[in-house]
């Protein structure tokens, strides 16, 4: 799989997870760019990106997650 086809997946999933569905991601959005995007909501959406591309991440993958860009790479490092 390619960042390209993950792009609009991951992005189903922050929509769902941020209740916004006019949400755009970009390789450099973190949680400072995203309203809502809080410790709480940073759990839900790991979990929902687990669900949606059949992953399990670790607590050294999700100390590694600075931004989306990051993300992205653990998703293709894990599938």
Do not use: C, T, Y
């Amino acid at each position: 799989m390619e960042e390209k086809s993950i792009m609009p997946e991951l992005e189903q999933v922050f929509r769902k997870v941020f209740n916004n569905e006019s949400l755009i991601i970009s390789r450099g959005m973190s949680s400072n760019d995203v309203d809502g995007w809080n410790s709480l909501n940073h759990m839900i959406l790991v979990s929902e990106v687990e669900k949606a591309f059949s992953i399990k991440l670790k607590l050294k993958d999700l100390n590694k997650m600075h931004n989306v860009g990051d993300m992205i790479d653990i998703i293709l490092s894990k599938l």
